[in-house]
């Protein structure tokens, strides 16, 4: 009779261990993942106050890679340099020690003149 006390008191004892850790399990994952949605809205509210972005910033405010965004600089470049001159508004960056900063305002009007002209940008050059 003893024995049978003593079992059911161990049996309790590791039920209410394994829910506890099973709490604890749960709720440390929860607070993972409301870490990393907390870290996504920050940079997100970050990129929508700031009036200036970074390339990486840009590409995602644009939807674009990392690449294309540079390439779109490198071709609006190559067409100057080529051409003599460039119709319509050129990518609107500037650098400090190699680093591109784009104007987010800036930015949109260049969305609206590009979308306008229908520009391409294909072998390093830009047609429209």
């Known amino acids: 009779m003893k024995a049978t006390h003593l079992?059911?008191?161990?049996?309790?004892?590791?039920?209410g261990a394994?829910?506890?850790?099973?709490?604890?399990i749960i709720s440390t994952q929860d607070v993972t993942v409301t870490k990393q949605k907390l870290?996504?809205?920050?940079?997100?509210?970050?990129?929508?106050?700031?009036p200036l972005l970074n390339i990486k910033q840009a590409a995602e405010y644009l939807n674009l890679t990392e690449e294309?965004?540079?390439y779109i600089i490198q071709s609006e470049q190559s067409t100057l340099t080529k051409?003599?001159?460039?119709?319509?508004?050129?990518?609107p960056y500037f650098k400090i020690n190699n680093q591109i900063f784009i104007?987010?305002?800036?930015?949109t009007n260049w969305i609206k003149d590009a979308t306008t002209?229908?520009?391409?940008?294909?072998?390093?050059?830009?047609v429209h």
């Open 7 to 15: 079992t059911s008191i161990i049996c309790s004892l590791i039920i």
């Open 18 to 24: 394994s829910l506890i850790i099973g709490c604890l």
């Open 39 to 50: 870290n996504i809205a920050e940079g997100q509210v970050n990129l929508i106050n700031s």
């Open 68 to 70: 294309q965004v540079t």
């Open 83 to 91: 051409m003599g001159s460039f119709s319509g508004e050129m990518f």
């Open 103 to 107: 104007s987010k305002t800036d930015l």
């Open 117 to 126: 002209q229908r520009r391409e940008y294909t072998q390093g050059l830009v």
